[in-house]
């Protein structure tokens, strides 16, 4: 699934603007507001030096002289007033997506019926790890995701693109899927039917699917195949076998495999492969707003 992402890479678009207008927010406070002090205590001097000739002259100048000059001098131009105004803003705003919680927004079907077309949603930047922004390389490493998480990930075919799914398999898991029933290391998940899922004009079967602890739900059509349409020859792409009824995967050290809960309209990990650890941008918790539908703000598992 693809978020809909600004010009490619909002993230680094937001870092070069907090680093230029911190720049021009230190040079002024540091370099360029002393060299205006420093400009207009010298024509304060000259100016207290004229009135008092002229005073002594008998001449008497006007008053609120003084203060025009010193706040004329003093005036940040208009260039450095905006930038140093826009800084702490916009670096509050890169510090927060970056480190503590992203917004994103839902654009297809493939997470129903947990996420619908038009929800945005916050991801916790910091539940897995502390990482750079920009690089998204981990510093601090803190929890591992879990079976049954819904994670946002750079797309590994291209990492400009952020998708959403939900983490079925970890590290060393042997997932299968046959005749559209996950199995984990073995065994089998646990599953009960809901009434149909009404998707705007047809109808697909709901379920509620139990991940090793993780009751959530899933829609199944009943119209399309178990069997896995064209995969990619994707890295560690040895590890798993395909056939009518499914596929099986050993999920490799260091990554993660990934499925959509609209399972039979998800392009997910059965087709591109595993989801390497550096890939990841933070877990999904809530629904923080649908303009079509605010009864849809809250959490979601």
């Given at each position: 699934?693809?978020?809909?992402?600004?010009?490619?890479?909002f993230?680094?678009?937001?870092f070069?603007?907090?680093v230029?207008?911190?720049?021009v927010?230190c040079?002024?406070?540091?370099?360029?507001s002393?060299?205006?002090?420093?400009?207009?205590?010298?024509?304060l001097a000259?100016?207290d030096?004229?009135?008092a000739?002229?005073t002594?002259?008998?001449?008497?100048m006007?008053?609120?002289?003084?203060?025009e000059?010193?706040?004329?001098l003093l005036?940040?131009p208009?260039?450095?007033?905006?930038s140093?105004?826009?800084?702490p803003v916009?670096a509050?705003?890169?510090?927060?997506?970056?480190?503590l919680?992203e917004p994103?927004k839902?654009?297809?079907g493939?997470?129903?019926?947990t996420?619908?077309?038009?929800?945005?949603?916050?991801?916790n930047?910091?539940?897995?790890?502390?990482r750079l922004?920009?690089?998204?390389?981990?510093?601090?490493?803190?929890n591992?995701?879990?079976r049954?998480?819904v994670?946002?990930?750079?797309?590994?075919?291209?990492?400009?693109v952020?998708y959403?799914?939900?983490?079925v398999?970890?590290?060393g898991?042997?997932?299968e899927?046959?005749?559209k029933?996950?199995?984990?290391?073995?065994?089998?998940?646990?599953?009960?039917?809901?009434?149909?899922?009404l998707?705007?004009i047809s109808?697909?079967?709901q379920?509620?699917?139990?991940?090793?602890g993780?009751?959530?739900?899933?829609?199944n059509?009943?119209?399309r195949?178990?069997?896995?349409n064209?995969?990619?020859?994707?890295?560690?792409r040895?590890?798993?076998?395909?056939d009518?009824e499914?596929?099986t995967?050993?999920?490799?050290e260091?990554?993660y495999?990934?499925?959509?809960?609209?399972?039979d309209?998800?392009?997910?990990?059965?087709?591109w492969g595993f989801v390497?650890?550096?890939n990841?941008?933070g877990k999904?918790?809530?629904?923080w707003m649908?303009?079509?539908d605010?009864?849809?703000?809250?959490s979601?598992?």
């Amino acid at each position: 699934m693809k978020f809909a992402f600004l010009l490619g890479n909002f993230a680094l678009i937001l870092f070069v603007l907090t680093v230029g207008t911190g720049i021009v927010w230190c040079l002024d406070k540091f370099v360029f507001s002393r060299q205006r002090r420093a400009a207009a205590d010298q024509a304060l001097a000259d100016f207290d030096a004229r009135v008092a000739k002229l005073t002594a002259d008998g001449v008497k100048m006007e008053q609120g002289k003084r203060a025009e000059i010193e706040a004329n001098l003093l005036r940040q131009p208009t260039w450095i007033e905006y930038s140093g105004s826009f800084f702490p803003v916009i670096a509050m705003v890169f510090f927060l997506r970056s480190f503590l919680f992203e917004p994103f927004k839902i654009p297809s079907g493939s997470m129903m019926p947990t996420l619908l077309i038009g929800d945005l949603i916050l991801v916790n930047k910091f539940t897995y790890g502390i990482r750079l922004p920009v690089i998204n390389k981990k510093v601090i490493d803190l929890n591992q995701p879990q079976r049954g998480d819904v994670m946002v990930f750079k797309y590994p075919l291209d990492p400009t693109v952020d998708y959403i799914k939900r983490v079925v398999g970890i590290p060393g898991d042997k997932v299968e899927y046959k005749n559209k029933r996950l199995s984990i290391n073995g065994k089998p998940l646990q599953y009960e039917q809901l009434p149909d899922f009404l998707d705007e004009i047809s109808y697909s079967k709901q379920f509620t699917e139990n991940l090793t602890g993780v009751s959530h739900r899933i829609l199944n059509d009943e119209t399309r195949p178990a069997f896995v349409n064209d995969p990619l020859n994707f890295p560690y792409r040895q590890n798993c076998s395909y056939d009518s009824e499914g596929f099986t995967c050993v999920v490799p050290e260091g990554h993660y495999f990934m499925m959509g809960d609209n399972r039979d309209n998800s392009a997910d990990g059965r087709i591109w492969g595993f989801v390497p650890d550096q890939n990841i941008v933070g877990k999904a918790f809530f629904v923080w707003m649908n303009f079509g539908d605010v009864k849809r703000i809250g959490s979601f598992h």
